[in-house]
């Protein structure tokens, strides 16, 4: 079990969780590490005010952080001083990429279809390895504490703004010197391309999935960035990654991938309980986006939330937002309730209640990858014309590596603008789902793996289908025109193929409606 944050019937202040006799010692646990990894070192009170007052220098406030974990059947608890990016103003840039579930979804696919193994490390105290380089100086100082106690800040602080950057840098070194080239499409995968074998390592954060053609170069690698930084031990084909659990059938070369966890929190934190079946994530009788339809509910359902309901609202929301990474089968119901987040009603809490319900129901339910035919890019795009809010239409993508296997991307988003024909809309999905593909193939070519033939992209527009292809002329302003030779240039230069797809057949329709 993963650590818990507690934020019922704790100290404080960090002082007073030195004297507890529940959270003392893990408080002072945390600050000799603190001090002995010298990411903070005491400093006179007097040279740290002049850096303040006249080098720019930021005093950022530290905090604790309460945490529990069990271990062996007993109870561990855990202090982490952390920062509060609040006081942090002088940081400089900060920027530092996201992995993205789509690269993940890439990954596990290939080690599916490859038969690789695979095996998962966490670095500890990850962030605390790196070096502060944010663009100023940083003391810290620690919220209850004597305000004589001052300490320079020298390694990247949980909660600093430009921490993450830093530890990000830090282990793009670290990889490099091993051998490693990060890719430019993904900054979060790096590979290694030796005479008969490759390795390759994706970084979510601090923990580190590696997996390659031999189980012996994957070991390598391991034992070579263990030697400089504490991990956990490895886990070889890891049945939880990340709060995934991951199944694999290695006869028939497929990963099935689920978040049964994550729902079953979620349901248990949101203390809803339906005996009722829910077959769908979201009924169309309960899809409303106009004012004048929100009038027509009965009076309850029209009563904006209050503070406590609003928040288990963005509670709700928030935990179906990670868990559709995984099940598609919700994102056209939580792109509904995000569009309502600053002023929900009853109506929507109720919806939201009935998603995780249908998520409770349908717990065990996984994402299917890999598979023994070719990898291949197929790729479905389809649109739903003016059923957004303020008559926008809804645009979908989902792209495979394979007929038969799950998406390893799927994307539910609503146009920029309002457009008047089911064509225009079509065509905005469509090169939307371009721009997905192209990303897709850039991360397998980098990563070495060959396509046998073009992706193709099933549309279910006759006529869409048949502009892309070059069979009709199009009369149209300079936005849309754009969008048609964009899509038409790429059919011609024979990266992408466009094929007419039926509406029933079609699963991007889902994701639209």
Request: aromatic share 8%; net charge neutral; glycine share 6%.
């Amino acid at each position: 079990e993963g650590h818990k944050a507690i934020t019922i019937d704790t100290p404080k202040t960090f002082r007073d969780a030195l004297r507890d006799p529940q959270w003392g010692d893990a408080a002072r646990a945390e600050m000799t590490t603190l001090l002995h990894t010298k990411a903070i070192v005491k400093v006179d009170y007097s040279v740290a005010m002049d850096a303040i007052k006249n080098q720019g220098a930021d005093l950022v406030v530290l905090f604790p952080v309460y945490e529990r974990k069990l271990r062996d059947g007993a109870t561990v608890f855990k202090v982490r001083l952390v920062g509060d990016g609040r006081t942090h103003y002088n940081a400089g840039d900060c920027y530092s990429a996201t992995p993205t579930r789509e690269e993940l979804l890439i990954l596990f696919h290939l080690i599916a279809h490859k038969d690789w193994d695979y095996a998962h490390i966490d670095e500890s105290r990850a962030f605390l390895n790196a070096a502060y380089k944010g663009a100023h100086r940083a003391f810290a100082t620690i919220r209850g504490g004597s305000k004589e106690n001052i300490y320079e800040i020298f390694g990247a602080l949980y909660g600093l703004k430009s921490s993450p950057k830093d530890y990000q840098t830090r282990v793009a070194e670290r990889f490099q010197e091993m051998g490693f080239q990060r890719l430019q499409m993904c900054s979060c995968i790096y590979v290694k391309r030796m005479e008969a074998d490759t390795v390759i390592i994706f970084a979510f954060v601090d923990d580190f999935i590696i997996t390659g053609t031999s189980h012996s170069s994957i070991n390598a690698t391991i034992n070579r960035f263990r030697s400089e930084t504490s991990t956990t031990e490895p886990l070889w084909n890891a049945p939880q990654i990340l709060g995934i659990t991951v199944s694999r059938d290695r006869s028939r070369h497929t990963i099935s991938l689920s978040i049964k966890e994550s729902i079953l929190t979620l349901n248990g934190s949101t203390g809803h309980d339906s005996k009722k079946i829910i077959e769908v994530p979201l009924q169309a009788s309960a899809y409303i986006v106009h004012d004048e339809d929100i009038a027509n509910l009965n009076h309850d359902q029209q009563q904006l939330l209050s503070k406590n309901d609003k928040l288990t609202y963005m509670k709700i929301v928030g935990g179906l937002v990670w868990i559709s990474g995984l099940r598609h089968d919700i994102l056209f119901a939580v792109m509904y309730l995000s569009w309502f987040t600053q002023a929900p009603c009853q109506h929507h809490l109720r919806i939201a209640r009935k998603v995780v319900a249908y998520l409770e129901q349908t717990r065990d339910s996984p994402l299917i990858l890999g598979g023994t035919t070719p990898i291949e890019v197929v790729a479905y795009s389809d649109a739903s014309l003016g059923t957004a809010t303020r008559c926008r239409s809804t645009c979908a993508s989902v792209i495979k590596l394979g007929h038969t296997s799950g998406a390893v991307v799927a994307k539910t988003k609503t146009t920029i603008s309002t457009v008047t024909s089911a064509y225009e809309a079509e065509l905005e999905a469509a090169a939307s789902t371009i721009k997905h593909i192209s990303r897709v193939v850039n991360i397998l070519t980098e990563l070495g793996i060959q396509l046998h033939k073009p992706p193709i992209i099933h549309v279910d527009n006759m006529a869409c289908v048949q502009f892309l292809q070059g069979g009709n002329k199009a009369k149209a302003s300079r936005h849309i025109n754009l969008k048609l030779w964009f899509i038409r240039d790429t059919i011609l230069k024979g990266t992408i193929s466009v094929e007419h797809e039926d509406g029933e057949n079609q699963p991007a329709d889902a994701l639209t409606k």
